[in-house]
T-cell receptor, first 113, second 111 residues
């Protein structure tokens, strides 16, 4: 089983719809992150959370919200989806000690028509 | 502000040859780490190698090595003996409690 699981893996939806992307992890990490990837732009940070009571905005948080339901669960919501939110979304986790590589889910391909 | 620059949008290399992917960084943190990730066409992000800012030696992991030049703020990835399976996007990242990614370099390995 994957250490970091994202659901759904693919989603096609219409403008204006509310969408939730879910992430769960079995790594036992405190830190969780949501990124979006667009061609030519690398990965950009949307939100991050260092524990259940800690939520922080990343560089591109407008139009998104998150919920940290438990140490192992971190969901990303698009309240009213728009076409320029079409992207590949990644959830990642990381330990709270030291500078360590992040562990990524397999990504969610989101298309908004 | 932290920044990662990868100036090579695309690179070609002949199979079995070595290739260097460039990465420069900018940070004001006294302690930091540089990471390289591989993203094959299937989309997943795979961690390759890590270099700590205070590490005395350049990191190596199998066919991957990191040419770390702190004074130049560069952390180039060297892949030796390229294989067809190395064809992918490669991202350099500066890690701290937040990780900043570069735009990536797409590597094509020719048979």
């Amino acid at each position: 089983d994957a250490d970091v699981t994202q659901t759904p893996r693919n989603r096609i939806t219409k403008t204006g719809k509310r969408i939730m992307l879910e992430c769960s992890q079995t790594k036992g990490h405190d830190r969780m992150y949501w990124y979006r990837q667009d061609p030519g732009l690398g990965l950009r940070l949307i939100y991050y959370s260092f524990d259940v009571k800690d939520i922080n905005k990343g560089e591109i948080s407008d139009g998104y919200s998150v919920s940290r339901q438990a140490q192992a669960k971190f969901s990303l919501s698009l309240e009213s989806a728009i076409p320029n939110q079409t992207a590949l979304y990644f959830c990642a986790t990381g330990p709270s000690t030291g500078i360590q590589p992040q562990h990524f889910g397999d990504g969610t391909r989101l298309s908004i028509l | 502000a932290q920044k990662i620059t990868q100036t090579q949008p695309g690179m070609f290399v002949q199979e079995k040859e070595a290739v260097t992917l460039d990465c420069t960084y900018d940070t004001s943190d006294p302690s930091y780490g540089l990471f390289w990730y591989k993203q094959p066409s299937s989309g997943e992000m795979i961690f390759l190698i890590y270099q700590g800012s205070y590490d005395q030696q350049n990191a190596t992991e199998g066919r991957y090595s990191l040419n770390f030049q702190k004074a130049r703020k560069s952390a180039n990835l060297v892949i030796s003996a390229s294989q067809l399976g190395d064809s992918a996007m490669y991202f350099c990242a500066n890690g701290g409690f937040k990780t900043i990614f570069g735009a990536g370099t797409r590597l094509f390995v020719k048979a």
